[in-house]
């Protein structure tokens, strides 16, 4: 449940805080990009915590009552941390100059500071969730919350997500889900996931 959104998640994060950490204060247009890159980026992972929050969390708690009362307080820090994030975004815009470059430097450490915290927070879910997960449910019911998730999520958040997961999952594991998609879903769905891997992975 955890493998292939952590891997889109982590490439998508590093891209973003690499964008951020070369921005050109002085650039009216790049500044702007780079903010609202920003703002999607923190869009996905507000989704993503509430994903776990509503779909996943519950069933662990269902059969290991308590267990993740970490994790679910870490949660709670992101919420309040992207919201920080946001309104540290917004603020650069409004400010230029020598302020906009000192404020671009932190607003990059900063961002940094969370990506480092998610990143550890990731591989906590990974092993620790997952193997309460496999512990407490069958293949089919786990294949069945997945299902579920990939239904909750409307076609504008697949549209920003899947590029990053196509291009961030190994090659065994992109075979595996196109295999599952062009048996579970329509064609034209197929057919586009299959452009959005063109576009986003060399020609071999």
């Given at each position: 449940?955890?493998?292939?959104?952590?891997?889109?998640?982590?490439?998508?994060?590093?891209?973003?805080?690499?964008?951020?950490?070369?921005?050109?204060?002085?650039?009216?247009?790049?500044?702007?990009?780079?903010?609202a890159d920003v703002q999607q980026l923190l869009d996905v992972l507000r989704g993503?915590?509430?994903?776990?929050?509503?779909?996943?969390?519950?069933?662990?708690?269902?059969?290991?009552?308590?267990?993740?009362?970490?994790?679910?307080?870490?949660?709670?820090?992101?919420?309040?941390?992207?919201?920080?994030?946001?309104?540290?975004?917004?603020?650069?815009?409004?400010?230029?100059?020598?302020?906009r470059g000192a404020f671009a430097l932190f607003l990059?450490?900063?961002?940094?500071?969370?990506?480092?915290?998610?990143l550890e927070h990731m591989l906590r879910a990974e092993t620790q969730n997952q193997h309460l997960l496999w512990a407490a449910y069958s293949d089919a019911e786990l294949q069945a919350i997945e299902e579920a998730i990939l239904a909750s999520l409307p076609p504008e958040k697949m549209a920003v997500l899947l590029p990053w997961i196509v291009s961030a999952i190994s090659v065994e594991e992109r075979?595996?889900?196109?295999?599952?998609?062009?048996?579970a879903a329509p064609a034209l769905v197929f057919d586009n996931a299959l452009s959005v891997a063109r576009s986003c992975l060399p020609a071999h």
């Open positions: 449940l955890y493998t292939g959104i952590h891997k889109a998640l982590r490439k998508y994060m590093s891209a973003v805080l690499t964008s951020v950490g070369q921005l050109d204060a002085d650039d009216d247009l790049q500044c702007r990009e780079v903010m993503h915590v509430e994903t776990e929050n509503t779909m996943v969390h519950p069933a662990i708690e269902a059969r290991y009552p308590g267990a993740l009362a970490g994790i679910t307080a870490e949660h709670a820090g992101h919420e309040v941390a992207i919201e920080q994030l946001r309104h540290y975004a917004r603020t650069l815009l409004t400010i230029s100059g020598k302020e990059y450490r900063e961002l940094s500071s969370f990506v480092a915290e998610n075979l595996e889900m196109y295999q599952g998609m062009r048996q």
